[in-house]
């Protein structure tokens, strides 16, 4: 499964994988594949270093990436305290009593919540960059457009790549004008942030608006059949996030989730605004229905959101209050059924790719004669 992105990276098969899991990322470029790791909840820089350092003892010498979420333009001086005091307190308010609705138990005295996304703010973005360019991370990609052009010059400077997210033609062509490497054409299928054009639309889209810039086809992608249709596209290579999750070395905080994601079908997930304050899609739980009831107050934008729910989605994951237990994912969590390891997932996928290609030129073969 070579294409010349593949080649340029050094590995053997197009497969970039995003994860938050350091031991999937691993175990993702010991496969021969890419494995990305997610920063986004790294709040201290130590943290992020001791994980990279891990990365570096289990990789095998092979390459791999971070991916971080950093806004495109720098805003100086704004302090997670700042935007905390910019929380309503009606909003406040509102998680309170959906929690009390579901009887969620408080958090320990003194114990913290364990899922801050502060990684959305740049200045802890920054921080993690400061760490990343002391290891051998070879792609830097960033999950809200191309990050400031201070940083691509950068991660230039250290020899890495640079990969942003699009979810429309016109997103990749700003990616291209801000000298991006490589362009991830994001279909609305694909968990997390996601826009409205399916990736059978935008894939060949992007790769027409962005070429020769190289262009990896996302979004409900879990198949080599659905790789095999990313490259017939025009991708030079496919990026998967969700089909991750249930692998065994996936570091899931609970059994229940787990078994919610091995239970649910492709239409049991909802692009909402819950989690982040950006439309992200994820499992369909009375929380997302709690946000997108007209007598609530709705969400807030990022990163409010973000600050405004984190304790919440502490407590419903430490306690697995399951009506209310979910995660970002993709519709193609209707495939994710069983739980398997990153390398049997990556032989599935490669021996579908093979199958796809040989009925295609079968097709084709009959065509000729």
Known sequence: METELSRTLGIEHAIFGFTPFPAVAAALSRAGCF???????YTAPDDLARDLDWMQEHTGGRPYGLDVVM????????????????IPAGHREYVRSVLAKHGVPELAEGEASGWRITGWMEEVARSQLDVAFDYSVKLLANALGSPPPDVVARAHEHGVLVAALAGSAHHARRHAEAGIDIVVAQGYEAGGHTGEIASMVLTPEVVDAVSPLPVLAAGGIGSGEQ????????????????????????????????AKLLAAGSGDTVRSRALTGKPARQLRTEWTDAWEDPAGPGPLPMPLQGLLVAEAVSRIQKYEVDPLLGTP???IVGRMNSERSVRQVVDELTRGFEKAVDRINRIAGRGRG
């Open 35 to 41: 494995g990305v790791l997610g920063a986004v909840r």
């Open 71 to 86: 806004p495109a333009k720098k805003v100086e001086g704004v302090t997670e305290a700042d935007v905390e005091a910019m």
């Open 227 to 258: 790789i095999a249709a990313g490259l017939a596209l025009g991708a030079q290579g496919v990026w998967l996030g969700s089909i991750w999750l249930t692998t065994t070395e996936a570091e899931l905080h609970s059994r229940a989730l787990t």
């Open 329 to 331: 994912v993709g519709q």
